[in-house]
């Protein structure tokens, strides 16, 4: 059973960064895909970015393209989201999920609020 715990967050002015960190246990990254998702109130969860078992990285084009960044520390068994030029509308709670062998996003962690302001 993998376990998720997300950091970082806070409140940031329009136009600053944050880097979030998401730390596994009871499962090591590296063998698996995992992603950030962020869900505003109101919305529905939105995804963000993933990064595959090999180090394949997808971010969406929407939301997140030229902004964010998603990597991985194998060492140390843990997720970043590097956000750049945060916008008021980046304004949520952000989670981080691993895939589980079916593919489907399985593991959540308890999620780490965003707040930017104008």
């Known amino acids: 059973q993998v376990q998720l715990v997300e950091s970082g967050g806070g409140l940031v002015q329009a136009g600053g960064s944050l880097k979030l960190s998401c730390a596994a246990s009871?499962?090591?990254?590296?063998?698996?895909?995992a992603g950030w998702f962020r869900q505003a109130p109101g919305k529905e969860r939105q995804f963000l970015a993933k990064i595959t078992a090999l180090g394949t990285a997808t971010t969406d084009p929407a939301s997140a393209w030229g902004r964010f960044a998603i990597s991985r520390d194998n060492a140390k068994n843990t997720l970043y989201l590097q956000m750049n030029s945060l916008r008021p509308e980046d304004t949520a709670m952000y989670y981080c999920s691993v895939q589980g062998g079916s593919g489907s996003w399985d593991y959540w962690g308890q999620g780490t609020q965003v707040t930017v302001s104008s």
């Open positions: 009871g499962g090591a990254l590296r063998w698996s895909t």
